[in-house]
């Protein structure tokens, strides 16, 4: 079935990179998604890339695609305390719209 | 641009009644929208499909007479969780996508429910 796995915690140090792994099952998916959530807020789109892409780079954001292993990664440059937050990677399923969001990763800076 | 906005934003009611919470797109229209819950330090689990003048298509396991779903307008979903139970207490998020063949979804704020 569609299962979309995600490390549960991740702790850096403040200027150190951030590493969030993602791995899903569903081959057909066009776009993958990295989203971020704050405490008692919404999903903020961070970034993503459609699934022909082996990667994609914003600002201090980098986020790599291996199709072949069904591995997501989004690379954090330069973290900072206001990244802190959970991060959901996210993949939409061909001709339905909809997303099979991922389990989220705790992410932790340390000043 | 792409801005989604969810009120109410907080709300307690009491066990048995109904709760209405709205879910506009503010700077463009949504030919759909997505309701979302989302329990403590978990994922989000999708409620319902809405497209606009049709009726909401459920996930397996949501009740459609519980979770009442009306997508009135291009810029509108309501969320209406009739004779609201302790249980249905939860994080609510919506979530709109711009247009046809795009598939980003863009969230709102998300709606605290708690029913005492």
């Known amino acids: 079935g569609e299962d979309v796995e995600q490390s549960l915690f991740l702790s850096v140090r403040e200027g150190d990179s951030s590493v969030i792994n993602c791995t899903y099952t569903?081959?057909?998916?066009?776009?993958l998604y990295w989203y971020k959530q704050e405490p008692g807020a919404g999903l903020q789109l961070l970034t993503y890339i459609f699934s022909n892409m082996d990667m994609k780079q914003d600002q201090r954001l980098t986020v790599l695609l291996n199709k072949k292993d069904k591995h997501l990664s989004l690379r954090i440059a330069d973290t900072q305390t206001g990244d802190s937050a959970i991060y959901f990677c996210a993949e939409s399923i061909e001709g339905t719209y909809k997303y099979i969001f991922g389990t989220g990763t705790r992410l932790k800076v340390l000043a | 641009g792409a801005v989604v906005s969810q009120h109410p934003s907080r709300v307690i009611c009491k066990s048995g009644t109904s709760v209405k919470i709205e879910c506009r797109s503010l700077d463009f229209q949504a030919t759909t929208m997505f309701w979302y819950r989302q329990f403590p330090k978990q994922s989000l689990m999708l409620m319902a499909t809405?497209?606009?003048?049709?009726?909401?298509?459920?996930e397996q396991g949501v009740e459609k007479d519980k979770f009442l779903i009306n997508h009135a307008s291009l810029t509108l979903s309501t969320l209406t969780v009739t004779s609201a139970h302790p249980e249905d207490s939860s994080f609510y998020i919506c979530?709109?996508?711009?247009?046809?063949?795009?598939?980003?979804?863009?969230f709102g704020p998300g709606t605290r429910l708690t029913v005492l």
């Open positions: 979530s709109a996508r711009e247009g046809w063949g795009t598939d980003t979804q863009y």
């Open positions: 809405s497209n606009e003048g049709s009726k909401a298509t459920y």
């Open positions: 569903d081959s057909s998916s066009t776009y």
